[in-house]
Nanobody
Framework: QVHLVESGGGLVHAGESLRLSCAAS????????MGWFRQAPGKQRELVAR???????IYGDFVKGRFSISRDSANNTVYLQMNSLKPEDTAVYYC???????WGQGTQVTVSS
């Protein structure tokens, strides 16, 4: 059974940083793309970033160099470093795995102005 467990969300002020972590179990980490999506109230879930075992990460257009995704294969963990946070980044952030297709339970990120 696949488990994706997110951590690191919270309340910060605009301009501050957060680092999200997603610990994966029940998957062959090297065979799965991993990523982060987010969903704000009243909006559709959107891609924040995704990364495969090899190759260049892909980011949502709104990231504009502020976020960085990385993966640690030794610990089956994917990270999202978020810098220069804005109030519009407020959302529930979900960890995602492509194979098997899975979602974490989500972690709330709130950015105050």
């Amino acid at each position: 059974q696949v488990h994706l467990v997110e951590s690191g969300g919270g309340l910060v002020h605009a301009g501050e940083s957060l680092r999200l972590s997603c610990a994966a179990s029940g998957i062959i980490f090297s065979e799965s793309a991993m990523g982060w999506f987010r969903q704000a109230p009243g909006k559709q879930r959107e891609l924040v970033a995704r990364i495969v075992d090899t190759g260049r990460p892909i980011y949502g257009d709104f990231v504009k160099g502020r976020f960085s995704i990385s993966r640690d294969s030794a610990n089956n963990t994917v990270y999202l470093q978020m810098n220069s946070l804005k109030p519009e980044d407020t959302a529930v952030y979900y960890c995602w795995a492509s194979f098997p297709y899975s979602w974490g339970q989500g972690t709330q990120v709130t950015v105050s102005s």
